[in-house]
């Protein structure tokens, strides 16, 4: 069945360090992948998506580039703000059951000022 | 622009007691999707709806059941409550089609004792 894997966390960074949060998954056919983000006291919300091989999906500083090779979906950004912490989930959408999203367990991001 | 309503946000039970949680959005969508959030394990789905009249059973439905009686509607019902069911709750909906991003609501924090 599909399934996403993402990197443990938490992750703690400073202020304007370089974030890494690696996800891969295992999906029949071509699945779409997002990734979410979960602040503080509140629901998740989308941060951005990607529904084919080689598309990057950006929001907010963040980048994200849908590798078909590598099953990957790593979620970037060059500068991080306190602002940023949150927890943030990858998650697929594959054709099979296109209703359903599959969910990885989230990262927990802190980030210090 | 309400969005994805949870009510209660808060609740407190007794093991073996019942209540309801109720979803609505007033986004016109046709699916509907009941999730828990437990530290360590993401978001589980536990019951989906495709469209009015209809539901599914997710990934963990044991002791939950849930009616879809309007379109706008998505109640999850706990008939006798564990404390397993211990958790975070969130509601969310996407329209039909592929792709499409799921809007959450705030969720609803449920303490079983």
């Known amino acids: 069945g599909d399934s996403v894997t993402q990197m443990e966390g938490p992750v703690t960074l400073s202020e304007e360090a370089f974030l890494t949060i690696n996800c891969t998954y295992t999906a029949t056919g071509y699945p779409s992948l997002f990734w979410y983000v979960q602040y503080p006291g509140e629901g998740l919300q989308l941060l951005l998506k990607a529904t084919k091989a080689d598309d990057k999906g950006s929001n907010k500083g963040f980048e994200a580039t849908y590798r078909k090779e590598t099953t990957s979906f790593h979620l970037e950004k060059g500068s991080v703000q306190v602002s940023d912490s949150a927890v943030y989930f990858c998650?697929?959408?594959?054709?099979?059951?296109?209703?359903?999203?599959?969910f990885g367990k989230g990262t927990l991001l802190t980030v210090n000022p | 622009n309400a969005g994805v309503t949870q009510t209660p946000k808060f609740r407190v039970l007794k093991t073996g007691q019942s209540m309801t949680l109720l979803c609505a959005q007033d986004?016109?969508?046709?699916?509907m999707y009941w999730y828990r959030q437990d530290p360590g394990m993401g978001l589980r789905l536990i019951h989906y709806?495709?469209?009015?009249?209809?539901?599914a059973k997710g990934e963990v439905p044991d002791g939950y059941n849930v009616s879809r009686l309007k379109k706008q509607n998505f109640l999850l019902g706990l008939e006798s409550a564990a404390p397993s069911q211990t958790s975070v709750y969130f509601c969310?909906?996407?329209?039909?089609?592929?792709?499409?991003?799921?809007?959450f609501g705030s969720g609803t924090q449920l303490s079983v004792l």
């Open positions: 986004m016109n969508h046709e699916y």
């Open positions: 969310a909906s996407r329209k039909q089609a592929t792709n499409e991003k799921l809007f």
């Open positions: 998650a697929l959408n594959s054709g099979g059951s296109n209703y359903k999203l599959t």
């Open positions: 709806s495709v469209g009015e009249g209809t539901t």
